[in-house]
T-cell receptor
């Protein structure tokens, strides 16, 4: 079984500033993947970034980067140069390599961007 | 190319009724998964289908069932609806199962049980 914990129900950041969203997870799998998804008010889940657990290098996608600490089972998301369009719910999720158990999501962090 | 499409977008049902939700995956995707998202929570995994076979099932009662058709589209059925079944039901597709493949979500079907 896998569990994902997001300890920040809500975060607020000024436009153009940097914000970090926290996520810890637990899994018995040796082959797994970690994700951050964004869910705007439209409710469609949009993939922000993906990290293969076997890779030591932290994933980056433009203004989005992760800090993956495998031993600590920590997977935080850093958003640089925050923009108004970044306002949304952010969900951390994990998936086993085989994928048969589906994604396991945290409860989410509501990100507010202050203009 | 069209993304993952779901229908209906919104529906209201009465307790005890049955509902069928539909999902068309992205063209070429053979794996479809279903998730339930209750207000204020993250999505919870219900089913995964691949090549028309059930490959995984979450912790949901037998009132929930699903199937995948030869064209890889899928239906989720929920019988004997309860008030607690009110949620956003999300469908996701990928080329094949597994974390090595990008998983795309549809916009969901809002189910309200009254």
């Amino acid at each position: 079984a896998q569990t994902v914990t997001q300890s920040q129900p809500e975060m607020s950041v000024q436009e153009a500033e940097t914000v970090t969203l926290s996520c810890t997870y637990d899994t018995s799998e040796s082959d797994y993947y970690l994700f951050w998804y964004k869910q705007p008010p439209s409710r469609q889940m949009i993939l922000v970034i993906r990290q293969e657990a076997y890779k030591q290098q932290n994933a980056t996608e433009n203004r989005f980067s992760v800090n993956f600490q495998k031993a600590a089972k920590s997977f935080s998301l850093k958003i640089s140069d925050s923009q108004l369009g970044d306002a949304a719910m952010y969900f951390c999720a994990t998936l086993s390599g085989g994928g048969a158990d589906g994604l396991t999501f945290g409860k989410g962090t509501h990100l507010i961007i202050q203009p | 190319d069209a993304g993952v499409t779901q229908s209906p977008t919104h529906l209201i049902k009465t307790r005890g009724q049955q509902v069928t939700l539909r999902c068309s995956p992205i063209s070429g995707h053979k794996s479809v998964s279903w998730y339930q998202q209750v207000l204020g929570q993250g999505p919870q995994f219900i089913f995964q289908y691949y090549e028309k076979e059930e490959r995984g099932r979450g912790n949901f009662p037998d009132r929930f069932s699903a199937r995948q058709f030869p064209n890889y589209s899928s239906e989720l059925n929920v019988n004997a609806l309860l008030l607690g079944d009110s949620a956003l039901y999300l469908c996701a597709s990928s080329l094949v199962p597994g974390g090595g493949n990008t998983i795309y979500f549809g916009e969901g079907s809002w189910l309200t049980v009254v």
